[in-house]
Each structure stands twice: as C-alpha cells, then as structure tokens.
T-cell receptor, first 116, second 117 residues
Framework: AQTVTQSQPEMSVQEAETVTLSCTYDTSESDYYLFWYKQPPSRQMILVIRQEAYKQQNATENRFSVNFQKAAKSFSLKISDSQLGDAAMYFCALISRETSGSRLTFGEGTQLTVNP | DTGVSQDPRHKITKRGQNVTFRCDPISEHNRLYWYRQTLGQGPEFLTYFQNEAQLEKSRLLSDRFSAERPKGSFSTLEIQRTEQGDSAMYLC???????????????FGAGSRLTVL
C-alpha cells in the first residue's frame, strides 16, 4: 500500500518570509509522480507543483519549489516570499503507474497561516 | 468553460434519506473523478470514469453509493439511506487522459458538502 504522511498539521509564516512544508511517502514503485495541492478556504483545490520520480532536478514554479529526496522518500515544499494569498491547506499527494491506477493518495494536509 | 462545477454546494439531510450530487466537468475532459474529504483529512479516492465507463471503484464506495456518467459528460453521485458517517465534502475533478496517470492534471470543483443529521 502507498502512504503519504504530512507531520505538520499547522505552520505559520510571516509575510515575505520563507516556509517549508514537509512530506514523506512510501511506495514500492519506481515510476511515480508527487504533487503539492493547495486548498484555500471554501475554494477548490489547485495544483501547485509536481515532480516526476525519474527526474533528479527539483521542480520549481515561481515562488514554489520542492526538495525531492528520492532515497529518503521525502518531498518538501518551499514557499519563498510568502504572500497573504498563500494561506491555505496544503496537501502532498502521490500517484504511481502500477499500483495507483488513476487514484491519487493524499496526505493529511498542513494548514498554512500567513501573518501580515 | 469556467471549470468544474458541483451542485449543490451544501446539502443537509436527515439520516436515512437519499441524496444526489451533480458534477459538470470541463467539457473537453474525458476523465472524471470523485473523492471524499472528511474534516481535517486529505481527500480519498472513490471512483473514476473515462468517458461513460466507470473504470475503477474504491472499497470506500459501499453498495449505498452509486455513480454514473451517462453520456460521458456530467456525472452524478447518489448516496442512499444516508448515515452520519457519510458527512463529508464530496469533490469532483476532471482531466484529460494521459499516457501516465501522473501526467494528468486534475481540475477540482469546489465540492459538495454533505451534513447528515
């Protein structure tokens, strides 16, 4: 079975500062993708960033970047220059070709607060 | 096309009643997914369709749950004889089919929140 664990239920950051959200996962597959999704209050979940396991280079999307440590099965999200609009629940998720089918496995989420 | 639409956004019902949720995906997306999210948890997969065919169902989808996508466009999720444990947010998402499941970019709707009294 695949699992995704987010050990930080809540995090806070000052506006313009940097914050890192942690995620660990477990899968026996070698062919998989990892994702970070953002879910603002009462709004739909949106994709922040994704990483293909075969790619060694860490993915970046503007102020968002990941630290993908494949051997350690760790996938953290770094948010630079935090903005008030970054406040949301963040979910780490995993999908693999063989065992997932088309289902994403999500972690429990980290609630991020951005303080002005 | 403004995204994935779900209706109703919030449903309050009494235990034992039937409820139905509707999802309208992005029109060109041939895949449609249902997830359930309980308070403080991440979403859990329920089922997905490719066009009108239901290709995968989770064991979470008990026989009280049924999902359809009759013409490969909108989908409905019906819960019969609701129980208090069914209280959750029901999320719909859609995507195009890609060669690798990880290459699919899911577009989520805002969800339908069910409260069973």
């Amino acid at each position: 079975a695949q699992t995704v664990t987010q050990s930080q239920p809540e995090m806070s950051v000052q506006e313009a500062e940097t914050v890192t959200l942690s995620c660990t996962y477990d899968t026996s597959e070698s062919d998989y993708y990892l994702f970070w999704y953002k879910q603002p209050p009462s709004r739909q979940m949106i994709l922040v960033i994704r990483q293909e396991a075969y790619k060694q280079q860490n993915a970046t999307e503007n102020r968002f970047s990941v630290n993908f440590q494949k051997a350690a099965k760790s996938f953290s999200l770094k948010i630079s220059d935090s903005q008030l609009g970054d406040a949301a629940m963040y979910f780490c998720a995993l999908i693999s070709r063989e065992t997932s089918g088309s289902r994403l496995t999500f972690g429990e989420g980290t609630q991020l607060t951005v303080n002005p | 096309d403004t995204g994935v639409s779900q209706d109703p956004r919030h449903k309050i019902t009494k235990r034992g009643q039937n409820v139905t949720f509707r999802c309208d995906p992005i029109s060109e997306h041939n895949r449609l997914y249902w997830y359930r999210q309980t308070l403080g948890q991440g979403p859990e997969f329920l089922t997905y369709f490719q066009n009108e065919a239901q290709l995968e169902k989770s064991r979470l989808l008990s026989d009280r749950f049924s999902a359809e996508r009759p013409k490969g466009s909108f989908s409905t999720l019906e819960i019969q004889r609701t129980e208090q444990g069914d209280s959750a947010m029901y999320l719909c998402a859609s995507s195009l089919r890609r060669a690798h499941p990880g290459a699919n970019v899911l577009t989520f709707g805002a969800g339908s929140r069910l409260t069973v009294l």
